[in-house]
C-alpha cells in the first residue's frame, strides 16, 4: 500500500528524518502504517487547502506533506517509547504545532495551490477567436 495521493513516499519520509521506522519497530512502525500517517498529512493538507481530491504536487504541498508525516511519525516513536531525550536536527519543527506547519508552508498561497486545469484534458472554454 502507498498514501493515498502520493505526495510523498515511504522512502522520502525515511530519508528525510534519517530512520527506518519498521526497524525501531515492526509491530507498531511498520511500513503501512507509517504510508497510513502519510496520508493523514497529505489529507492535513488538503483540508488546509480547502480540497476534497488531491491537488498538483508543487513543491510547498511536498515539503509540508514531508514536515506534516515527519512531525507525526516522530510523536508515534516518542510515545513508543522509543528516542525519548534524544536531540535531532529536526527539533525546531517538532517543536511546531500542525497548524504552524501548515501556515508556514501553505499560508498565502492557497489560491496558486489547487490545480485548476481539468485533468482530463477538455476545455470549457471555446478557442479565442482572434488566434
Do not use: W
Amino acid at each position: 500500500m502507498a498514501s493515498v495521493y502520493g505526495y510523498i513516499t515511504l522512502g522520502n519520509l525515511e530519508n528525510y528524518t534519517g530512520l527506518d521506522y519498521s526497524t525501531i519497530d515492526s509491530v507498531a512502525l511498520a511500513d503501512v502504517k507509517i504510508e497510513k500517517k502519510i496520508t493523514d498529512a497529505e489529507r492535513m493538507v488538503n483540508a488546509y487547502l480547502g480540497v476534497s481530491a488531491g491537488v498538483t504536487k508543487t513543491d510547498a504541498v511536498i515539503i509540508t506533506t514531508m514536515m506534516l508525516s515527519a512531525k507525526i511519525c516522530h510523536n508515534s516513536v516518542i510515545s513508543l517509547g522509543y528516542l525519548e531525550g534524544t536531540e535531532t536536527e529536526h527539533d525546531e519543527l517538532l517543536g511546531m504545532s500542525i497548524k504552524q506547519i501548515l501556515d508556514t508552508f501553505l499560508g498565502g498561497s492557497k489560491d496558486v495551490m489547487i490545480d485548476s486545469i481539468p485533468m482530463s484534458g477538455a476545455s470549457y472554454h471555446k478557442p479565442d477567436s482572434r488566434m
